[in-house]
């Protein structure tokens, strides 16, 4: 298998989810983030753009915004086989 496209381990994985106070599609994608990194193992971290002008100006009309390995998976609802798929793919 070429070395670009060696399957990563998903505990090398990192699935950030950018997030606001008070949204509830924030929260129901942040129970799914939680479900499927805790089953693969992955490593997750959630980001509030309310602290951060940078990722408010990027991503304020698409929250929640999940990213793997720092690109951007999916917006506003997050389907748990799909993340499985992407970590462990």
């Known amino acids: ?3 670009l496209f060696r399957r990563q381990n998903p505990q090398d ?3 950030t989810l950018i997030r606001k ?3 509830h599609l924030c929260d129901d994608a942040q129970a799914v983030v939680e479900k499927v990194c805790g089953e693969v193992g992955a490593r997750w ?3 509030d753009i309310s602290q951060d ?3 408010y100006e990027q991503y304020w009309e698409q929250i ?3 990213l793997v390995d720092g690109r951007q998976h999916t917006f506003w ?4 086989q799909r993340l499985r ?4 793919e």
């Open 21 to 23: 106070p008070g949204c």
């Open 64 to 66: 929640p915004v999940v």
């Open 53 to 55: 002008e940078r990722l």
């Open 45 to 47: 971290e959630a980001r």
């Open 85 to 88: 798929k992407a970590l462990t």
């Open 77 to 80: 609802r997050v389907d748990e």
């Open 1 to 3: 298998m070429s070395p």
């Open 13 to 15: 994985r990192t699935v």
